[in-house]
Every structure is written in structure tokens, then in C-alpha cells.
């Protein structure tokens, strides 16, 4: 078999990569593990119509359409076209159009890669089948011959023929491919046979200094597509909430380390799928924290700014330390309590439920620069205006704080603010 091509593909390895939703990343870390079973990335891609012309490439090489020849031609022509230059392995500059070593390193590592975990994700879905699990409950690690230099655990799993039961721990970590380029697969048996070995390998829930499990490369040690499978009571909002919510709660974790504009561009090309995912667990916080009115002393994201607003906004002498937007458990208190309902400004509770997307639609944004830092987003609600405030590096805590929303009246104090110089306008118009 060519190594070209890995195995055939099949329905459930295609619907695997079809369902991933397009994710801009600046490095290959800003996604990780079980982000990826609904995500698609390629490192450094941060540009939605770059992203879609290599999605296309790659779900040719899944579905078996091309090979790794192919994929490069078209690979080649998509930067080209699309201009896309300095990623990592772009050696073109030294070694002409067709570039060298690097470009053939990241071709390679980028259809390997998306072919085996998609191929991983389908058998992990196939292998989970309830009536195969009935008559086959055990799965046996199978270490692949096509690869030039083997890992040495790799090969000693398949070697002893280690064979478990499919639902012991080992496999959450340990379902291959456990590397880049690792083509190892796993295969259901009625029962261990004699001279398996039935208990995993010494030290298989250990971590090193870097937190790596024995034999596992970096970001691979988790089971492609076992987070959509998912088993818990959130499985009644649809059967890839699970796997939406890891793959968020991945992204979140990345996107403080990001500058301010790296972070908007990212977060301003992510899918609506994503804002709604953030708008459910929104609205689901509100609700606790409206019933029991006891902050927990969270913050919790709800969206960015967009890149616009950060680069007009530090032009004008704003200080941005990140893009994010968070609400803190004190604030959703503070923008429902029954005091403001009674004197008629306080906002729908259900309007300020999906304020994740509601951020990303603002009529106009207004900044004001003292006496401290905030942006002002207002938005038309056909009877009068809604409003929202960010504080802006709030309390030089370095994060942008969604501290009130509520019902705005005074629109015309606001143009007046505007015309005195006290506020700028960012984006739209009053």
C-alpha cells in the first residue's frame, strides 16, 4: 500500500471532516486535542477565503480524490493565489517557487495528518457501534509495517498484541494516531487470544515534565472523535454540542495570550455556529444567576472586539491589553436587578441572554477615552435603544469588562457628546 494513501475512506471518515466548522489559528497549538473533532484548522491560516480553499483541498484527500502529488500541486496554487507567505516550512524565498524540504514537510504533515485522525474519528464511531460492541467488546492496538522508523512503544503494543476492553481509560489517551505520522489502528475482537497482553503498559497514566503520556507526541493524546459521542444530559441541545463546547473552551484558553488585534482577527472569523454555542451557555448563567442571585466570583468571555474597533481604538490613545469581552457574575446581577425593572430600563432578560451575538451586531460603537476607558455599544430595538458598556482595561486589570446593559434614551446627548469631541465614533452611526 502506498503511504500516499493511507486507507480508503468511508462514510464515516468523510462525515467526520464535513461536519468541522473552519477556524482561523495563528500557531498549530491554538487548537488541541478534542478541539479538533470540530475544527478546522491549518496553522497560521488566519484568512476565511485561504481557510476555505485548503478545506476543499483536504476533503479531496480524505475522500481518496488525490494524492500527496496532487495535494501539493493544489496546495502550491492556493497560497499563490491567495498570497499567503512566512508560514512555517515556506521556503520558497531560498528554494524557489516549488519551495524545498519545508514546503514538503508541511504538505505532507498537513494531508497525513487530516487523513488519519479523520480515518481514526470514523473507526472510533464504527468501533462504538452498540451492536458491535455486543459481539466484539474488546479492542486489540495494531502497529502499522508501512512506517520507515516505528516508534519503539508503538511497536511493542502491537508486538504483545495489547488487548482491552473498549471501555478502559487506556483508550481515551491512547487511540492512534498517537503522533504526526503515526499510522497505527485498532481492531474489535470477541475476547483477548492466547498470549495477549491484557493489561496496558507500565506507566500508561503517567505524564512527563511536559505532560506528555509514555509514547504520545505532543496534542495527540486523546481519542479523535470521542467528544462526539456525546452521553451526558447536554446531548438533548444536539448530538455535537458536546464537542462544540470542548472545542470553545479550547479556544478560550488560547486567546489571552493573543495581541489585541491577533485576537479580534481570530475571533472575528470564527463560524456563527461558535456564537451560538457561547450565546446557550450565556443564557444558561443568566439564568442561574438571576434565580440565585449569588455571585461566584467568575468571569465569563462573551465575544471581542472587532479588529477595527481595537486599531481606531488605540489610534485615538486607548489602552487595549486583549480583544476579549468578558461579564463577570456581579454584572449580570447588576444589569437585572428588580430595581432597574421597576423603574422601566432594565433589558430583556432574554435580549441580554444572547449578548454573545448581539456583540457582534452593534448600530454604532462609541468610545470614550476619560475620565476612563469605555466603549459604548448601542443598538436599535424599534422602540428605543438598547446599550451596553465595556470598560476598557478595567481597573488595569488588563480585561475589558461588559459592566452594564440596559435601555438608552438620551440619544441625543450622546450626538452632543460626539460633536464636543468627548466620544468617538468607532463604528456606525446614532
Not at 87 to 113: E, K, S
Not at 226 to 254: E, F, H, N, W
Not at 391 to 400: E, H, I, M, R, W
Request: proline fraction near 7%; glycine fraction near 8%.
Amino acid at each position: 500500500m502506498s503511504p500516499d494513501r493511507i486507507r480508503l475512506p468511508f462514510a464515516e471518515q468523510i462525515a467526520f471532516l464535513r461536519d468541522k466548522l473552519n477556524l482561523p489559528t495563528e500557531r498549530w497549538t491554538d487548537i488541541e486535542r478534542a478541539a479538533h473533532d470540530r475544527a478546522f484548522v491549518v496553522a497560521g491560516a488566519m484568512q476565511a477565503d485561504l481557510l476555505d480553499d485548503l478545506r476543499d483541498a483536504v476533503d479531496k484527500a480524505v475522500a481518496g480524490e488525490s494524492t500527496l502529488a496532487d495535494f501539493r500541486r493544489d496546495f502550491r496554487q492556493i497560497i499563490e493565489r491567495r498570497g499567503w507567505t512566512g508560514f512555517t516550512g515556506d521556503d520558497r524565498a531560498t528554494q524557489g517557487p516549488q519551495g524545498g524540504r519545508g514546503m514538503a514537510w508541511r504538505t505532507r504533515t498537513i494531508y497525513q495528518t487530516n487523513i488519519a485522525s479523520s480515518y481514526a474519528a470514523g473507526r472510533w464511531r464504527q468501533l462504538n457501534d452498540p451492536a458491535l460492541l455486543a459481539e466484539r467488546p474488546y479492542w486489540r492496538y495494531v502497529h502499522s509495517d508501512f512506517v520507515a522508523n516505528p516508534r519503539p512503544q508503538h511497536k511493542a503494543w502491537g508486538d504483545s498484541r495489547l488487548t482491552l476492553r473498549h471501555d478502559h481509560p487506556f483508550w481515551k489517551t491512547y487511540f492512534p494516531p498517537n503522533g504526526f505520522g503515526c499510522k497505527c489502528t485498532v481492531r474489535a475482537v470477541r475476547a483477548p487470544g492466547q498470549g495477549d497482553d491484557t493489561a496496558p503498559p507500565a506507566g500508561w497514566d503517567t505524564r512527563d515534565t511536559h505532560g506528555r503520556p509514555p509514547g504520545v507526541d505532543k496534542g495527540w493524546d486523546y481519542a479523535p472523535g470521542a467528544s462526539l459521542i456525546c452521553v451526558d444530559a447536554l446531548a438533548a441541545r444536539g448530538p455535537r454540542y458536546c464537542a462544540d463546547t470542548q472545542m470553545l473552551d479550547g479556544l478560550l484558553a488560547k486567546l489571552p495570550r493573543k495581541s489585541p488585534i491577533i485576537g479580534a482577527q481570530m475571533v472575528d472569523a470564527w463560524p456563527p455556529q461558535i456564537f451560538e454555542i457561547m450565546a446557550l451557555r450565556f443564557a444558561d448563567i443568566v439564568r442561574i444567576q438571576t434565580a440565585t442571585r449569588r455571585p461566584q466570583g467568575r468571569h465569563h468571555f462573551v465575544g471581542a472586539m472587532k479588529p477595527g474597533w481595537v486599531t481606531r481604538a488605540q489610534a485615538a490613545g486607548a489602552k487595549i491589553v486583549s480583544a476579549e469581552l468578558i461579564v463577570r457574575d456581579r454584572d449580570i446581577g447588576h444589569t437585572l436587578r428588580p430595581e432597574k425593572a421597576m423603574a422601566g430600563k432594565m433589558v430583556d432578560p432574554q435580549w441580554y441572554g444572547r449578548l454573545p451575538m448581539h456583540l457582534r451586531t452593534p448600530g454604532a460603537v462609541l468610545l470614550r477615552i476619560t475620565p476612563k476607558q469605555e466603549m459604548l455599544l448601542v443598538y436599535d430595538s424599534g422602540v428605543d435603544k438598547q446599550k451596553i458598556v465595556a470598560l476598557l482595561d478595567y481597573a488595569g486589570s488588563g480585561l475589558n469588562v461588559v459592566r452594564t446593559a440596559g435601555r438608552l434614551i438620551e440619544t441625543d446627548s450622546l450626538r452632543a457628546q460626539v460633536n464636543r469631541g468627548e466620544m468617538l465614533v468607532l463604528e456606525g452611526s446614532l
